[in-house]
Structures are given as structure tokens and as C-alpha cells.
């Protein structure tokens, strides 16, 4: 089969690998969709280490191409889609709650739930295999199309994760840095927990218009404004209920904590590759009630059906992300455009 | 001043009283908008009591008239309003987060922080007193209209508050019964935490319709169709995660309990006046992790701000309930209409 | 192997059936203590339906017998147990983390995740299968006896989610209905919890003072005080914050109500077999503010393992509760003991 | 009166002020008890600024001495306490449920509500007037005495909130940096929350000692151990779930952030003077689902009874932190020891 090989920072591949064989337990799906998701290059930059050789990819969905033994109610065809985070169910954070931070069976895997692509091959290929299907595997409603529930893999339940981990109240103030499509997604995330002011930040024009469809009601750009001094006036000077960092960079970080009130939380679903650092301004000194949360998305059949649900009556609207469509053939140009942020990019969606 | 007074049950009347002085910590409202609402009606059936003589009326806004000594930072000409339900802020329910049971500093008001229009002189006069004006008075900005934020008093408020207590997550399905003023505000509140699928109960064509401008996305005619097993079809058979109460029978309360999944809430807010039957079948014999939550409607002045934020951002629309409008001096014949549920009235709105 | 098999209403007889096989994913055990639970006693009197044949009993420490293919990290020999409560880890309840409710696999199982002594065959036998052992079966440590730790397998794990459940706050006054295995059991949870004043009430003079060692402030004697009005005494005129029942009755579940303030708690674990009947004046007509909320024992590994840690640091003493000790030979006597209350007994404790 | 005045970084200085009037809604108490703070040294030591010639103090127990108008149910004579923290009731954060964050009637006040000895004068004088007394004044019932309860004003209140905002469940391993006297509280607050392990760290001998009897199970020498390898070895190489913050500089906080698992939770109660950091390594480059949460002393009449009943009831004995007895006239001497850290001293106690 095709696939999309990691040949060391920087380098990709287009490469034939075999068609994985379903084992004990074990279910093979056909891709028929995936994307080019920020984590891919972090990969291919070499911030997050993975074997060479590996396919990467995960965010998905395909059509299950062959079942293993000891799997029930799982039939060749089926339309099917799991989250980037695929748990096993059993182990202690599966069991208490906290799947996403999921170690296996052994309590050797990870840590955290993120395997596909990452420790296994992922979906970067023309098949690849489902981690734990017992837990995962999420059969797609009919009148729900690829492009609809796509990016509820990873950056849909990651972003919309972000408020719900903030605790954000209806009425809520929430600002968001920064508008890439994690933090589209928080804003989405935002507007479902029923937030009553939606502020984005970033500086990219497209990025800024999507913004306001995803739901922002202000978009600030940090290029032109100060975004603190406005967020405090746009508060009358309390400061924000809840600040999303979406970007995982010390300056959005440190704003996030400059943004809010007393009491105040920061939801962090940034990956950071640097030290983090609070300032004692922005900390009240360990006295303001601060709270600091960050979440890594959350996985599981019954997190994609939850999402896939938001999709049916249209309360989230994820495809208005993708801007470039490409077929698998071409994934390292889908990957060029990505990494360089060229032509207005947001996301881009790879059919087979 | 004009004032409608109730003379024991089923009997209002047109009548002059003084207009209020503000005393210590005082402050006199000079009434702009009001409205009828259920509980005036309890009140005028003889459900709920209250003394002969009383000026009904809770939702308003208003005008400050006069200011007494005291108090900062309100000033003669203020355009206002407070919750139905005031809170002291200072009795134990008050400081333990639970300011709606409010008892009064000296712990003997109540049980309930309504009072006004209830134990003290209401709304539905030219003028009124706001109790606890430190922690009830709520100034209105100027881009919102008084009809927009009439009804976040009381039934906005509750209503919201039955899908703030049910504690939605994000994609469930919540069933409201039934489609009235509390349980439209429901329904809008259901949409505000997230709800993924919003199912509304009601055999009124134009309380159908207008739940779906709430926020609804199916509404189930009683008289037509057996709703439990509509609830456990369009749920698979599970059933749902939430069931409002928003009528106070018998009948409606026992059906949330048929809805709902093991582990599902009811969250009611209907006011009862009989015993309450809770069928075994419908309970897993006390084995279904099943709970029952009870709200009054949370009232104070950050409650108010928190919903007119919404309102600024057009989060809520709750004066699209109006269908009905009357000259205070018209103020008998709106409670006719409402009390008869004459002319397809959902709420009537009682300008000075 | 030996067997203590249910043949109808009010029947229990020894009987001999083959030792379990494990197949695969399977684990066999030898059971090295029980215990008869009321549970077992509500099969025995037909208000709780198992088929003819059934071995029951589900509290229990055992040895690893067989272990099955596909399992890995467990040993023939190795000190284990589980929950009466089994959940399979992947269906809906089990991701939702209301594992309590498991449904298995395949969504048919059930309703409820108790399954042990119930659906399949029990601990009332040298030997049982222990269901889904990834996310059941849990080692005991060494310095832990089997004293200590058979309770927590349901009665322990149930009375202390009834505390937890009903969100006890440090300080708040607690009462229990009634002090029969699980009231002791939630009065223990209680003071886990770190409520401030625990009242226990009940009528036998044995339970009455082994829920004082449980950790209750207080036990009232219902035959001779009016239990009520002593509460309300206790409080100040308010009620407690928390009311716990935990018999399963009309008068106790109605007894609770009475007893909580507004925005109180009635935390249910007892188990009905009647419909439940809710007197107006003890809600408040639905205006407040309480919860009701019922809990099925959480059952899992980690459950276990969280349980075990409080037996090793000495936080729980449940095996205070063992007051007759029975060989397995002589558990129809043990049965009878526990079922008609003779001689102050508390909890059987059978051993092989 | 006598006073003892801050006179400047490094200075204090006993003094004769006038004794304070009771205005409306004003309240003067005559101080009984009192103690030197962890916070007066900071004050003393220039780390948090005050007036020239302010009063410190601020735990405290007294008698009502006048009563201004206004006020009602408090009588001259009554054994009375406030918290440190003495919220208005009224403002956004007291209706909010994060009165500790306090402003004011008028917005202004603070940051945070700790005002007592710190923008008013406090209670190390015979006299001082208690703020917002319709809020705070706290009755102190007969059969408590004041070293029972003279630390819940402040260190106990804080402590234990550490405690509980860290969300503890029973069962979880708690670590707490250090063994002042607010570590002790929050260990005393641990165990309240039902901590199933609970691991002080500090190298002073005297206060390794009384942190077993406040609660902790075991108690490291962080100058003989290792103590991140040895909570990894405790906890079966996970981590901690809760690590509390008690000290307030960078070396604890970063060894809480270490010594906890994947989603656990950082609890910080300390003052900060400094920046913080945050190594990249111990937060799973913002992926482990990781908390922070800071906690300013919860105060409000409801929070001392709250205590208070578990005074009553034995459950936090307090008292046994206090290793020093002055009487006021002798204060300085308390300053010198407590600064000083001479002699053992925990905790002082001032009496009039």
C-alpha cells in the first residue's frame, strides 16, 4: 500500500509498505480520508520524536477492510472514524476517568493515549490498523458525510476540550489565543459551553474571518492592538472568566495568564517545546484563585459519538476549516502547504 | 399611585396606594415593564398564598425614583431591574452558594428568596421598593431594550438555571416538558450548555412552533404520538441523558423519569401542588444511579449581568415569548388572557 | 466443587457442580472467603429474580485457579478479587464513567453492571470465573488480610459512594437511615468525607454502637425519640445538609426528606421494591432546591485499589462489622443467621 | 489601647492609639486571643507593603465591645471571630462563590478580601473594628475554646482549602511541601478530604513530628531522601495525585509539579515573591492533563462555623500547632521567635 513514511526531521516519503493482517482482537481499515494535522509537524520538525520509518497520521475516516478473531459486531464495510487518542479501557486512567492519559494494558505504553502515528503506524496510508476497537471504533451515521466528522479525531475534541476543561459558564467572557484550528475549535468549543463574549486573537486575515464563523464575536489583532489593555476594557477592567491558550508558545501562555480576572482559568491545549513561565504579576503572588488546566484530547468511541452528535443538528460546523483538498497521491504537497502556511491555509483534507 | 391588588382568591383589583419612600439602605423603582407570570396565577388560584392586599408582580424593569440613605452608587434615573427572587447576601444560603434559598440576615424570611410581589409589594404597580438593592439592583445598558431583558427576572432565569442544574454535557439529549414560558426558557438553556439533541413535549401548535425558535430541533405532540417510546427511538433505546420539568404534575414529572437513561437527570423546576409518585419501574428500584434535582429560580444582580450578556450577544432571545402587549391600565385584561391561555398568549408584556 | 445454588423462593441448597474452565480471556478462581449479603437475602425472598440453579453471593477474596489465553499479568496463585460490580470497560456507561451501570460489550447485559451471583454463577462456591478480569481482577497486598478487604467488594464500595455521591462538604451534618451493613458502611463514608457531625439512627442496641465505632457523633433511636425534631434540634431549625438512606423503605427514603434543609441531599442506596411516594411539604413543592440522587455500587479494579489504600492507612475498619464467623460447609446456617437477624448479627464472614 | 505598629521595613513598635468607634453597621471587638502570622513576618520583612503605622494581625478571637447602629442580633459581651478574609457579601466575586476574592461594595477594595491588619488595622491591639460585620462576625459557641479555634481565622481556613481545592478524592496519595504551619493545616486538610495517603516533606525535626499528628502517614527529610524518587517509589512509579504548595517559593512549587502523576493536581497555597517556572518536563509539554490551582483564604461567618463544627466534633485539633504563650504586652518577643524560628516554634499564641 501507499503510505506517507517519516524519514528523520525534515524528510518524507512516499513509500509501499505491506497492507497490514488483522490479528487477535485486531481490525484493519481502509482510509478514505485524513488530513495534515499540526502535530505532523511537530514530527517532521523533530519537536516530537517518532521512529523512522513511521507512518505518520490520524486524524481519519475509512472503511473497515478486514476483522480480526474475538471482535463482535464489527462487519466489512462499515464506515468508520476513531479519535487520535485511542485508550485501551482498562488501565488505571482509563478506569479513572482520564482516558486520554491512557497507558495500556501494561501500564507500559505512552504516556498518554496518542499512539496512532505516533507508536504505531498511522493513518498516512492506504490502511492502517485501529488501535483497542473494542473502545474505539466508531461506526459513522449515514447522513454524516467524511469532511463533516474528519477533524473530530484530534483538533475538534482537543479544541472543544479546551473549554469544557475551563469550566466556562454561560455568560462567560472566554479569549482565545491564538486562531489556527486548535483554537478555532476552542472557539466552537466556547459557543457550545455558552460563552456570552468570544474574543479570538491572532493576525492572519483569513484566519480572522473563519474566526467569527466558528463563533467568535471579536477577533482581535495583536499586530494592530493591544490585546490586554482591550480585553480589559472590554471587561471594565475585571479581565476575562477563562483564557485559551491554543498555540503551546511562552507569549500566548504568559497573555493567557495577563488576560484574566481574578479566579480566573487558563485552558492550555498548547503543545510547548520550551520551558513555561509565570510571571508574579500575572499570579497575584499564588493569591488570586488562579487555576491552570491543559488537556491532551480526549479519545473513545462514546467521545467521537458525543462529538459526531454536535455534528447531526449542526451545532458545530468543523469542515468550514478546510481550505485545500488533496488526493493522497499528492500528501507531500499537502504537507509543503501545511508547514509553510502557504495560501491562506487552515486545514487541509486528503481523500483517497 | 395605580396599582392591581390582590383580594383573596380569584379576585384582582384596580386600586390607588401611596407611592413607597426609600428608607435606610432603600431605594424606590418607578416601573416601565412587567408581566404576568405563572406564579401570579398560582397566587390568584389560591395555590400559593398570599396576603389580601398585595400588590402582585415580579418581572420588571424600571426607573430608580429615589434613593435612600445609605447606598452609592445609584443615582435617581437609572434604568434597572432586579432578579423575582433577592437575595440578602449575607444568611447562610446566601454564603454558601445557594442565594435563591435565601432566608434574610435575621434567617426568618422565606423559606425562598422571593419576596417581591410575594410577601412585599410587587411590580405590578407605578412604583416598588427593591429589596437588598446592594446585591439585587442591576443597571441595564443602553444598547439592550427593556422587552429583551423583561423576562430574565424570573422565567429566563429559572429556566436556564433547570439546564445549569441538570448539568448538560456537551451532544446529550435533553426532553423538555412541557413547552410554556419556563420550559421555552429551558429549552434556550439547553442550547446555551450544549445539548446535542433538544426534544420538546407539548400538544400547542404555537408553543411548538416558537420551542423550535428556542432552540428545540423536535417537538413531540403528546396527543399524537407516545412520547417515551419517540424518546427511546430517536435515542436507540437508551433513552435520554436529560428530562426538564417545567409544568409541575404529576403526570409531566413521571414522564421525565420514564425518559431518561440509568445515570440520566431530571431537573425540574415545575412548581407542584400535589404529592409526588415516583413509579418503582421507573426508578431501578433505587439501583439506576438516576438523580433529581430541584431549582428555584437564582436570582442577584451578577446573575442578571451574566444573562444580559447573553442578550447583548444575542445568545438568548427571549423576547420572541411576547405575543402579547397591554397598557398597565389594561393589566386585568392581560391576567385574563394569560389565566384562560386565550389567543395562543405565551407571556404578555405590560408597558406604563 | 461445593455450591451454594438458589432453587426458587425461600430454597437454597449444597449442591455439587463442576469446576469452572477458563476460556479465553477467562480467569478461575478459588474462592477463599464470602460473606452473605442482604442482597442475596432479597434473591432468597424473590424480590430480586435469578433463575433456578444459580449459584449466588458476590462479596469475596479469592486465589487465581486457571488463567485463560489472552490474558497477561496474571498468575495461578496470585491473592485477588473484584468488585460485585463488574463493568466490561467499553460500552457506553463504562467510557461515560458511570461504570456502575455497565452494559457489556454488546449493550444487552444487564440493566446494571452487577452481574456476580446474578446473571452468572456467584462466590457461594469453591470456585467462580471472575468476569472481565483486565478491568476486575485486582491483586491484594500482602500485609492486608482477607478480613479487611472482603466488604469493600460491594456493601464498603456502595455505602461509601452513597457519601460520595451526595457531595458531603467538610463540615456538614450527616445522617444516615438506617445502621444495618451499608449505613455503617456510608456512615464510614462520611467521615472519609469529612463531615462534621454524623448521625446514625436505628433501633438495635448492636448496631447502634458499632455505628458509634463506624465514626457516627450520635445514633438516635427511632422507637424512642422522635428522630425528626431531634435533627432539626441538632441543626438549629435548619435540617441536615446530607440525608442518606440506606434500607430501601417508603418510611426511611420519606424519613430523609424530612430531614435535609433546603438544597439539601438525599443520597439513596437502599433497594425498593415498592414505588416511592414524595409528600409535597418535604420538597418544598419543587421550589427547593434539593437533589435526590441514587447510587448502584462502583465496582473496577482501580474502585479496589482506591478502597484497599484507606484499609492500609487504617481510614476504614470494616472488618468491625464481622460479628459470626461460618466454615463454607455450614453457609445455609450462615444464611439463616443473616436472613432472620439472630444473635446481633452484622456481617457473616464464610470462610473455606 | 496598646498596639503594636508597623513602623517600616524591619520595624515594629509598641504604641498607644485611640480605641476605635463603632459607626453604622460598625462593630468594635475587644481582642482576646491572637497570634503572629506567617504573613506579618512578610509584612515585617518588606515582602508585602502596608502603611507606616498600621496595626497588624489578624487571627484572633474577642469580645463585642460596641455595637454601631444598623446592626442587629449582635450583643456586647459575645465571644466572637472573624476570618482574615472578610468578604462584603455583595460584590462580584462574593455572589460569584469566590468571596475571597472580595472588592468591595464599590469595586475598589483590594486586591483580595484580606483586609484585617493589612488596609485596616488589625488585631494585635486591644481594640479593632471587624469589617463587614453582617457577613463575618462569627458567634463562638460555649464549649470551644479560643485556641480551639483562633487558627480557622486564617492558616486553617487556608490550609484546609488547599485541601479542598485540590478536588482530593479518597484514597489519593497527597503530598504536602512544607510543614509550616499552613502545610500542617493542609495536611489536616487532607485527611478531612479523605486522602489515603498522605506524605508531609520537611527537615525540621520539631514540625516532621506534629505533622503525624496532625494527619500525615508518613513524613520525609527532604535532607536525607530524595523525595521525588521516594514518592515514586510509594506510589508504585505514578506520582502523586495531589501535591499541595505551602511554602511559596520555587524550589517547592516545582517539585509539587514533579512528584505528581498525569493529571494530577498542583494545590498552591504559598505567597510567592518571585517568578516561577515551569520546566518543560514536568508538564508533559502542556499534554499531561496537569492542574494548578491557588487558593487565597476562604473567610464569611458560614466558613468559620463550617470549621468551627469540625472543632466541635474533634475533628482538626489546631491547637496543638501552638508551642509558644505571650502575653500582648510581650509581642515583640512572639515577632522575634516566630521570625526567628527560634526555639522550636510553631505556631504563637497572644494573650490580653
Known sequence: MKSAVYRGVG????EYKPIPKAGLNEVVIRTTSTTVC???IHILHGEHWVEDGRIMGHEHVGIV????EGLEGITVGDRVMCSSNTPCGTCFYCQKGMAAQCVGPDGKQGPGGWILGNTIEGTHAEYFKMPYPNYNLTKIPDDVSDEEVLMICDIGSTGIAAAEKANIQIGDVVVVYACGPVGLCAIAGARLKGAGLIIGVDADPARMEIAKKMGADIVLNFKTINVIEEIFRLTDGRGADVAIEALGKQETFENCLRSIRRGGTVSSVGIYSGHLHIPIETFAGGMGDHKI???????GRERMLQLIQLVKT???TLESMVTHRYHFDDI???YDTFEHQKDGVIKTMINF
Do not use: F, N, Q, Y
Open 332 to 334: 507531500l504537497e499537502a
Open 38 to 40: 499540526g502535530t505532523d
Open 314 to 316: 449542526h451545532r458545530i
Open 11 to 14: 524528510k518524507l516519503s512516499m
Open 65 to 68: 477492510h478486514e476483522v480480526g
Open 293 to 299: 488546566v491543559t488537556t491532551l484530547c480526549p479519545g
